[in-house]
């Protein structure tokens, strides 16, 4: 089902997630490819930038529109380490990415890959890998903040 292409860019996405998390931000990371040739790479910058809209997947989207001087993404494919919101999800329709691939499923997401749109999408490529950063992140960011909550995040249910 996956190539060795698909794992390649999923795994620069979970680099990129690690490096969100370094840097305090949701650790989500995102890479579109075309031509099987990465064309952008981006991490969850919210904190960063103060902004909501600063999700991996819409800054890559934005990135890929630079590079190819074309906001129509027409082929490409977006790998992400977490199944995208609704926001994303709208992003992405919209740039008319072909292909998504996303590793964890966002537990708190239900039903956001109906999207309505001829997309292919595909889930669980290194799925346990990205549920364990985002695990990881979660209870440090408890442990700092003594807050024992279970948002549902990544994390699977029991």
Known sequence: MFSPEDVKYM???LE????????????????????????????????????????AEILVINEAG??????RLDGATLYVSLEPCHMCWGAIKNSRIARVVFAAKDLREQGT?????????ESGLLEKE?????????????????????????????
């Not at 690690?18 to 991490?43: F, Q, S, T, Y």
């Not at 630079?66 to 906001?71: A, D, E, I, M, Y």
């Not at 990205?130 to 990544?154: H, P, Q, T």
């Open 130 to 158: 990205s549920a364990e950063v985002l695990r990881k992140f979660f209870r440090n960011i408890r442990r700092i903040k003594n807050d024992s909550g279970n948002k549902g995040l990544g994390e699977p249910s029991s």
């Open 66 to 71: 630079q590079t190819l001087k074309n906001w």
């Open 113 to 121: 890959c109906d999207v309505g749109h001829e997309i292919k999408i």
């Open 11 to 13: 795994t620069l996405a």
């Open 16 to 55: 990129l997630a690690e490096e969100a998390a370094a840097n305090g931000e949701v650790p989500i990371g995102a890479v579109v490819a075309l031509n099987g040739e990465r064309i952008a790479a981006a991490k969850n910058r919210m904190e960063e930038l103060h902004s909501a809209t600063a999700h």
